[in-house]
């Protein structure tokens, strides 16, 4: 029992509700009633992980998302992310978040991971990180990979939140467990190519008008190409660094 946790759910649900968002959910059985897991969920939200733990609910289970530091450390959302035992992600010190996400999921956990780190401005697939991979290998556990479409409609990178009555159509797809019985490398090549076709899939039933931003430029929107994101989240990346090294450079 997870009074917190059900708690949350049901307030989410009260939310979802009042805003009008439509849900189309496939593929929810492909979540194991049992055992650990790792989730990977394509990343285009802010909200993706609000949407990822519905799909689990066809079993009754949550799922510990990997989340920012940041998060854990913010007066209002640490409480509720704690009670929720998701994990905290220290980009200073990843080798402890691992181990706890590892141990998670020998525990029998659903895991829930980001490959791709951060929030994909192009709404493609961007290229994954291995540590989904690793932490599956590791555990012994089948990766479940996840897509969610609709979810940067509603609040996503650059653009104003829209929490409003939107009435959004939201897709998620749930994939085939797939075996950690491959190298990470070959594992985490295997996971992207199969989101990059679930996606794809999902996309095939859903309205795309032109000229939107929330639109991949494939599908004639106004998003930036992947390239372009990739070259705006290296600007990003610097702009933090050079922000650290300046913090660090007045703490000394």
């Known amino acids: 029992m997870e009074p917190v946790y059900r708690t949350i759910i049901g307030i989410a649900r009260t939310v979802f509700a009042a805003q009008g968002l439509k849900f189309d959910v496939t593929g929810a059985e492909n979540i194991p009633a049992q055992g ?66 590892v141990d998670a999921l020998a525990r029998g956990e659903l ?5 791709e780190a951060t929030i994909s401005r192009s709404f493609e697939i961007k290229d994954f990180k291995s540590g989904a991979a690793r932490m599956a290998i590791e555990a012994g556990v089948p990766i479940i990979p996840m897509v969610i479409w609709g979810a940067q409609r509603v609040w996503t990178k650059g653009f104003p939140k829209k929490l409003g009555r939107t009435k959004t159509p939201i897709s998620i797809a749930v994939g085939e467990p797939i075996a950690p019985t491959m190298s990470a490398g070959d594992l985490t090549a295997h996971l992207r190519s199969t989101m990059q076709t679930m996606l794809a899939d999902v996309q095939k039933n859903y309205h795309h008008p032109a000229g939107e931003y929330w639109v991949p430029a494939r599908l004639g929107g ?4 992947l390239e372009e994101a990739d070259k705006l989240d290296a600007v990003d990346l610097e702009a933090r660094m050079a922000a650290r090294d300046e913090r660090k450079r007045a703490s000394d």
């Open 36 to 101: 650990g897991a790792v989730i990977a969920v394509n990343h285009t939200g802010y909200l993706d992980f609000t949407y990822a733990g519905l799909p689990a609910r066809k079993h009754k289970r949550y799922i510990r998302f990997m989340a920012k530091k940041e998060v854990f450390d913010n007066s209002k959302s640490g409480p509720i992310m704690r009670a929720l035992k998701h994990i905290p992600v220290d980009r200073g010190a990843g080798a402890e978040s691992y181990r706890s996400a």
């Open 222 to 225: 106004t998003a930036p190409t």
């Open 111 to 115: 895991v829930g991971v980001y490959p």
